[in-house]
């Protein structure tokens, strides 16, 4: 696992940016697994500054979105259709037909689950999965548990996620109740993952995600076990683990 220290947000994307963009010049067609959250948007401004100015080209990406939320449809202003769209998409050149988010409207979740991950498996897996953190180290909607989960799914949101979430909407109660995730195997079959994290309030859970034990408590200690990981993160997320570095 590297940690790729960052002095701040804008340099945690930066640096972020710069891998993503390398592997897209590496891999034109790349199949990028992508994150929505407060943690990525600089990370897509930056790469809408590169694409506009021709440093990099998304025309045979394909990219499968880690969650959505169950029950929203696309043109909802909270889906993560609606936030991928007005953040990166609608600026850059991905294929319309190769962009991929679980399908919120279609509420037969097994059937849409199934087809999610088959979808990815069609597409030939992920090369670059970006993964933000939650403050109880949830990744993607991987919430903390007694065991890691598998493939793509449907799951309860947990109080303190609904809490999290809730500036986005008008008030706690319009916060869907559940949303459709990859999996825990799912996103450590990524060949490459990088996730980025910032600020003083995820300190904590940055210590105990990738310095402490393994444990679904802490969901993002997974990535502890992928052989190809990088997180980068400033140094207010780091400010506990100075004594470690
Ligand atoms: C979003 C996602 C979530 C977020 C996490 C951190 O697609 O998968 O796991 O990455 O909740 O959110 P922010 O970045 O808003 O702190």
Request: aromatic residues 8%.
């Amino acid at each position: 696992m590297k940690i790729i220290r960052a002095k701040d947000y804008n340099d945690m994307s930066r640096k972020a940016a710069n891998i993503i963009s390398a592997q897209v010049i590496l891999k034109p067609e790349s199949v990028l697994g992508l994150a929505t959250g407060s943690s990525p948007i600089g990370i897509y401004e930056q790469l809408i500054k590169w694409y506009h100015k021709g440093d990099v080209d998304f025309g045979a990406c394909t990219t499968f979105n880690l969650d959505e939320y169950r029950g929203l449809t696309p043109d909802h202003d909270q889906s993560y259709h609606y936030f991928m769209h007005k953040n990166f998409f609608d600026a850059v050149n991905v294929p319309d037909e190769r962009i991929n988010l679980p399908d919120g409207a279609q509420l037969d979740a097994e059937r849409e689950c199934r087809r999610y991950d088959a979808a990815i498996r069609a597409a030939g897996g992920i090369d670059l999965q970006l993964l933000g953190m939650g403050l109880n180290g949830h990744i993607g909607f991987n919430e903390p548990d007694e065991y890691f989960s598998k493939g793509t799914h449907c799951v309860n949101l947990t109080e303190s996620t609904i809490e999290a979430n809730k500036r986005f909407f008008a008030s706690a109660d319009d916060v869907p109740r559940q949303a459709y995730t990859m999996g825990v195997q799912t996103i450590m079959l990524a060949r490459r993952i990088v996730l980025v994290v910032s600020g003083e309030n995820k300190a904590k859970t940055v210590r105990e995600a990738f310095f402490g034990p393994v444990t679904p408590r802490v969901p993002a200690s997974i990535l502890q076990l992928h052989t190809d990981v990088s997180i980068v993160a400033d140094e207010a997320a780091l400010s506990l683990c100075t004594d470690l570095l």
